[in-house]
């Protein structure tokens, strides 16, 4: 085990090289990128990166030019997590003859996936890696839409939200079905360690990810992504439109221990009302009106229940 | 720099960072790295931006909010403490700007053809009332 990254204060993070370049073609204002250098100066360690079709993947690779400094490789849109896992095999295999070059140096496994690719059409590949116990972390940027492609709803995209697919207009308020509970499905998997992460929390980002790096065997991240093309919001709003999220409690922060022991990390000391989220954000412009203002209440209501649930879980280590 | 062609290329498209070895790339900075003519580091995107950042080390208490939020990895660091804003990568989001902490705040947004000194001279003051 390689000695964790110390990282204290935000100082002391600044000090990281970064190993994530600019001059990608993410829009400006991306929350994929955040994540990314959050994740990749957690630790000093060798790191093997895969990515699957996505943003991510289409701007950061774009011929000739690569924005990534470590070991990154891309095969399809559902197997990033499969990619890597057979590199981690391979590592495995090798150490086990004792035929590494440099045994002394721990790799991390990581594989990064938008949220159509690992709620959608990555999602048995996904199962699998973490059913066969292999020693990765995939971290998920959820932007609740199939952005690349021009914002087609993905199974993470939430009630009332337009999409290119489910538009809202004369006879729609947008997509009709809630959101999928990838956190619980994966918990459900009894892997070592299950998170919820989003951006503009860096400090409890950093820690869930040693964290992640630190247990044997799987780990599942789900990090908020905003994106500012197809949630229509101005590319400097995105951290407090992360702000909004985290504090309206539409994503709440925490993690599962082996499948049952739940900790709610982040506490918001003000809790913010959904309709705040909501307005700050164009896709959910049509709510607005008259006859779509129940479906706030109704989404008010949700996040309560669930905040609820999310507590009484943490009481009980259920 | 010449780029190579489609059909020069290795083959699977492997496209290296660096030029040579690099041992801990994780205790490497930026301008001690042999970037390639692959890396997207030697690459421009700043026609992409309509305003810019200008940061006034003045006002600056180095919390590197700036740096933990930027997505371009355009706000350099060195030593924990702010030295600039990298103007190559820089595609004029403004996230620097809102996480700013400082009254007045020590990173603005100016259109590109802003002159960096003359809008440092004529910096806002404090805002009293957001006090």
Same mark, same amino acid.
């Given at each position: 085990?390689?000695?964790?990254?110390?990282?204290?204060?935000?100082?002391?993070?600044?000090?990281?090289?970064?190993?994530?370049?600019? +001059?990608?073609?993410?829009?400006?204002?991306? +929350?994929?990128?955040?994540?990314?250098?959050?994740?990749?100066?957690?630790?000093?360690?060798?790191?093997?990166?895969?990515?699957?079709?996505?943003?991510?993947?289409?701007?950061?690779?774009?011929?000739?030019?690569?924005?990534?400094?470590?070991?990154?490789?891309?095969?399809?849109?559902?197997?990033?997590?499969?990619?890597?896992?057979?590199?981690?095999?391979?590592?495995?295999?090798?150490?086990?003859?004792?035929?590494?070059?440099?045994?002394?140096?721990?790799?991390?496994?990581?594989?990064?996936?938008?949220?159509?690719?690992?709620?959608?059409?990555?999602?048995?590949?996904?199962?699998?890696?973490?059913?066969?116990?292999?020693?990765?972390?995939?971290?998920?940027?959820?932007?609740?839409?199939?952005?690349?492609?021009?914002?087609?709803?993905?199974?993470?995209?939430?009630?009332?939200?337009?999409?290119?697919?489910?538009?809202?207009?004369?006879?729609?308020?947008?997509?009709?079905?809630?959101?999928?509970?990838?956190?619980?499905?994966? +918990?459900?998997?009894?892997?070592?360690?299950?998170?919820?992460?989003?951006?503009?929390?860096?400090?409890?980002?950093?820690?869930?990810?040693?964290?992640?790096?630190?247990?044997?065997?799987?780990?599942?991240?789900?990090?908020?992504?905003?994106?500012?093309?197809?949630?229509?919001?101005?590319?400097?709003?995105?951290?407090?439109?992360?702000?909004?999220?985290?504090?309206?409690?539409?994503?709440?922060?925490?993690?599962?221990?082996?499948?049952?022991?739940?900790?709610?990390?982040?506490?918001?000391?003000?809790?913010?009302?959904?309709?705040?989220?909501?307005?700050?954000?164009?896709?959910?412009?049509?709510?607005?009106?008259?006859?779509?203002?129940?479906?706030?209440?109704?989404?008010?209501?949700?996040?309560?229940?669930?905040?609820?649930?999310?507590?009484?879980?943490?009481?009980?280590?259920? | 720099?010449?780029?190579?062609?489609?059909?020069?290329?290795?083959?699977?498209?492997?496209?290296?960072?660096?030029?040579?070895?690099?041992?801990?790339?994780?205790?490497?900075?930026?301008?001690?790295?042999?970037?390639?003519?692959?890396?997207?580091?030697?690459?421009?995107?700043?026609?992409?931006?309509?305003?810019?950042?200008?940061?006034?080390?003045?006002?600056?208490?180095?919390?590197?909010?700036?740096?933990?939020?930027?997505?371009?990895?355009?706000?350099?660091?060195?030593?924990?403490?702010?030295?600039?804003?990298?103007?190559?990568?820089?595609?004029?989001?403004?996230?620097?700007?809102?996480?700013?902490?400082?009254?007045?705040?020590?990173?603005?947004?100016?259109?590109?053809?802003?002159?960096?000194?003359?809008?440092?001279?004529?910096?806002?003051?404090?805002?009293?009332?957001?006090?």
């Amino acid at each position: 085990m390689s000695e964790m990254k110390k990282i204290k204060n935000l100082k002391e993070f600044s000090t990281s090289a970064d190993r994530f370049e600019g +001059a990608n073609l993410l829009c400006p204002g991306c +929350a994929h990128s955040i994540i990314v250098r959050e994740v990749l100066n957690a630790t000093n360690d060798d790191l093997i990166l895969s990515a699957s079709t996505g943003c991510l993947e289409v701007c950061t690779a774009v011929y000739p030019y690569t924005s990534w400094d470590a070991s990154w490789i891309h095969i399809g849109f559902e197997n990033s997590s499969t990619a890597v896992a057979g590199a981690e095999s391979m590592y495995k295999a090798l150490k086990k003859k004792g035929r590494l070059k440099q045994p002394d140096r721990n790799p991390k496994f990581v594989s990064f996936a938008g949220d159509g690719a690992s709620y959608d059409i990555g999602f048995q590949w996904i199962s699998g890696c973490m059913e066969r116990g292999h020693n990765i972390m995939h971290i998920v940027l959820d932007n609740e839409v199939y952005a690349n492609t021009g914002g087609q709803r993905s199974s993470s995209t939430p009630i009332g939200s337009s999409a290119t697919t489910s538009p809202a207009g004369r006879v729609s308020y947008g997509e009709k079905r809630n959101k999928k509970d990838i956190v619980s499905i994966m +918990a459900a998997h009894n892997i070592p360690y299950v998170a919820q992460v989003a951006p503009n929390k860096w400090k409890d980002m950093v820690k869930k990810i040693q964290h992640g790096f630190a247990v044997e065997g799987p780990v599942f991240i789900n990090a908020v992504s905003p994106c500012t093309t197809e949630w229509k919001f101005d590319p400097k709003d995105t951290m407090n439109i992360a702000d909004l999220a985290t504090d309206s409690l539409v994503f709440p922060l925490y993690e599962i221990i082996d499948g049952h022991e739940l900790n709610i990390t982040y506490r918001p000391k003000n809790i913010v009302p959904v309709e705040e989220y909501l307005a700050a954000q164009g896709r959910f412009k049509h709510l607005f009106k008259d006859e779509y203002k129940y479906l706030i209440k109704e989404w008010q209501e949700r996040v309560d229940e669930k905040w609820a649930y999310l507590q009484r879980r943490e009481e009980a280590r259920v | 720099m010449a780029k190579k062609g489609w059909d020069e290329f290795e083959i699977g498209a492997m496209l290296r960072t660096f030029d040579g070895k690099i041992d801990d790339i994780a205790a490497t900075r930026q301008e001690d790295r042999a970037y390639s003519q692959n890396s997207s580091y030697t690459a421009s995107v700043a026609d992409w931006r309509l305003i810019k950042p200008i940061f006034n080390k003045d006002y600056c208490i180095d919390c590197q909010f700036c740096w933990v939020y930027c997505p371009d990895v355009s706000i350099i660091s060195r030593d924990k403490k702010l030295i600039g804003v990298d103007m190559d990568h820089c595609k004029g989001c403004g996230i620097c700007v809102e996480v700013c902490p400082t009254n007045p705040k020590s990173l603005l947004m100016f259109p590109e053809q802003a002159d960096e000194e003359t809008e440092i001279a004529s910096w806002p003051k404090k805002d009293e009332e957001e006090a």
